[in-house]
C-alpha cells in the first residue's frame, strides 16, 4: 500500500496550496480515500474524503466551501485544493485509506504526512 503525499509548505493567511497523494493502483481502485490533519498534542482531525469511484465527496464543516477534495484516475492521485487558508489550518496533512464508502471512520492505511503552516 503507498500513499505518498506532497504539496504541503508555507502560505500567507488567505493563500492557497494544493496537496497531492499518489496511491498506488490496487488501493486507488479499492479504498476510498481522503485526508486527515494533526497539529501537536492533538488527535487527528478528518477533512476531506472521496469514493472510489470518485463520484462522491464529503468534508469537515470547517473547512467546507474552502477545501476541494479531487481525484486523477488516470494518475491515481488524491488533491486537496485549499483556499482561503486561515493559520488554524496549520498542521501535518496525512493522505489516509479505508475499506467501505467513507474514510471519515475505520481507516486502514495512513500515509506520510506533509506540513502545512500557514501564517497570519
Known amino acids: 500500500v503507498q500513499l505518498q503525499a506532497s504539496g504541503g509548505g508555507l502560505v500567507q493567511s488567505g493563500g492557497s496550496l494544493r496537496l497531492a497523494c499518489t496511491v498506488s493502483?490496487?488501493?486507488?481502485?479499492?479504498?476510498?480515500t481522503g485526508w486527515f490533519r494533526q497539529v501537536p498534542e492533538k488527535e487527528r482531525e478528518f477533512v476531506a474524503g472521496?469514493?472510489?469511484?470518485?463520484?462522491?465527496?464529503y468534508g469537515a464543516d470547517s473547512v467546507k466551501g474552502r477545501f476541494t477534495i479531487s481525484s486523477d484516475n488516470a494518475l491515481n492521485t488524491v488533491y486537496l485544493q485549499m483556499n482561503n487558508l486561515t493559520p488554524e489550518d496549520t498542521a501535518v496533512y496525512y493522505c489516509?485509506?479505508?475499506?467501505?464508502?467513507?474514510?471519515?471512520?475505520?481507516?486502514?492505511?495512513w500515509g506520510n504526512g506533509t506540513q502545512v503552516t500557514v501564517s497570519s
Open positions: 489516509v485509506a479505508a475499506g467501505g464508502s467513507s474514510c471519515e471512520h475505520g481507516v486502514q492505511y
Open positions: 493502483e490496487y488501493t486507488y481502485n479499492a479504498y476510498s
Open positions: 472521496i469514493t472510489v469511484s470518485g463520484s462522491s465527496t
